[in-house]
Nanobody, 116 residues
Framework: QVQFVESGGGLVQPGGSLRLSCGVS????????MGWYRQAPGKQREVVAA???????TYADAVKGRLTISTDNGKSTVYLQMNSLQPDETAVYYC??????????WGQGIQVIVSS
């Protein structure tokens, strides 16, 4: 439905920062919402940050004040600025676009490792 180009992951020390980027390179379905999920080893995938259809930002409680979701002016790229990262936030981060209540597109995933 939608093809993404993701970048910005890697290894960072505790307390460090990363900025993830997810650009829409090809789109055949309309997009109602976009956001970021993450999946840590051995854990369920969880939502980190997202826009709703009204462009209102929502965040998981654990990341409020440290992570910020944003878009470019054309709304074709979604970013996740991550500050003060902690080791338990090591995970694969996925951007997504929702087309309906049951249909969504997912990026291939970005590995983020927070370790000293």
């Amino acid at each position: 439905q939608v093809q993404f180009v993701e970048s910005g992951g890697g290894l960072v020390q505790p307390g460090g920062s990363l900025r993830l980027s997810c650009g829409v390179s090809k789109r055949t379905f309309s997009i109602s919402t976009m956001g970021w999920y993450r999946q840590a080893p051995g854990k369920q995938r969880e939502v980190v940050a997202a826009f709703n259809s009204s462009r209102h930002k929502t965040y998981a409680d654990a990341v409020k004040g440290r992570l910020t979701i944003s878009t470019d002016n054309g709304k074709s790229t979604v970013y996740l600025q991550m500050n003060s990262l902690q080791p338990d936030e090591t995970a694969v981060y996925y951007c997504y676009a929702r087309h309906s209540t049951t249909v969504a597109s997912w990026g291939q995933g970005i590995q983020v490792i927070v370790s000293s």
